[in-house]
């Protein structure tokens, strides 16, 4: 089993910007791709960016260019959002998938941008 806390979330104004944390523990040894998700109030749950364990990362179209996806050598993966838009307000998971397929959500942490 994987548990994944997010920090960093809030309120902020459009075009700042926001650094989203998120902790893995339990087990981390067996963890393949690490990534972001987001909902926001009536839409479906969608991918923002994702990265494997050898660096690859992929990012949802609507975030290039704004967002960046890192994760260290231990069990942190972050998410540093830029130029932030009202439209990206939602509640953002931390997501993890082990090489065994299964899939670990954290909580979530709310960001609201305002315009």
């Known amino acids: 089993q994987v548990q994944l806390v997010e920090s960093g979330g809030g309120l902020v104004q459009s075009g700042g910007s926001l650094r989203l944390s998120c902790a893995a523990s339990g087990s981390i040894f067996s963890l393949v791709v690490m990534g972001w998700y987001r909902q926001a109030p009536g839409k479906q749950r969608e991918l923002v960016a994702d990265?494997?364990?050898?660096?690859?990362t992929n990012y949802a179209d609507s975030v290039k260019g704004r967002f960046t996806i890192s994760r260290d050598v231990k069990n942190m993966v972050y998410l540093q959002m830029n130029s932030l838009k009202p439209e990206d307000t939602a509640v953002y998971y931390c997501?993890?998938?082990?090489?065994?397929?299964?899939?670990?959500w954290g909580q979530g942490t709310q960001v609201t941008v305002s315009s």
């Open positions: 997501n993890a998938v082990r090489i065994s397929g299964q899939r670990s």
């Open positions: 990265i494997t364990s050898d660096g690859n």
